[in-house]
Nanobody
C-alpha cells in the first residue's frame, strides 16, 4: 500500500527558507517520477517541480533558481528545498508519486505560510 507523508511545512517570513520532506512507503519509489504540486487558496493546483528516475529535474518558471528538488532512493524520501520564499507562495504543498502516470498518488499535503 502506497503512503506519502509530507513534513517540513510551517510559517516563515518572506525571504526565508524551508525544506519539505516526503517519506514514501512501497518499493516503487526509486523507479518512478516524483514531484511537488502546490495549491494556494482559491487557485488551481500548480506543478512546482519534478524529478525523474534518471534525475532529470524540472521546475515551474516562478520557482526556478530558488527551489531545489531532490530524492534519496535509499531512504525513499523526496525533498524540496525552498529559498527566498514569497508571500504569494503560501499554499498547501503536495508530494506526488508517478506524476502523470498510471498509479499517480498524492500525499495529504503540508501547509506553507509565508508572511510579508
Amino acid at each position: 500500500q502506497v503512503q506519502l507523508v509530507e513534513s517540513g511545512g510551517g510559517l516563515v517570513q518572506a525571504g526565508e527558507s524551508l525544506r519539505l520532506s516526503c517519506a514514501a512507503s512501497g518499493s516503487t519509489f526509486s523507479i518512478t517520477t516524483m514531484g511537488w504540486y502546490r495549491q494556494a487558496p482559491g487557485k488551481q493546483r500548480e506543478l512546482v517541480a519534478t524529478i525523474t528516475i534518471g534525475g532529470t529535474l524540472s521546475y515551474a518558471d516562478s520557482v526556478s533558481g530558488r527551489f531545489t528538488i531532490s530524492r534519496d532512493n535509499v531512504k525513499n524520501t523526496l525533498y524540496l528545498q525552498m529559498n527566498s520564499l514569497r508571500p504569494e507562495e503560501t499554499a498547501v504543498y503536495y508530494c506526488v508519486k508517478s506524476i502523470g502516470l498510471p498509479g499517480e498518488f498524492w500525499g495529504q499535503g503540508t501547509q506553507v505560510t509565508v508572511s510579508s
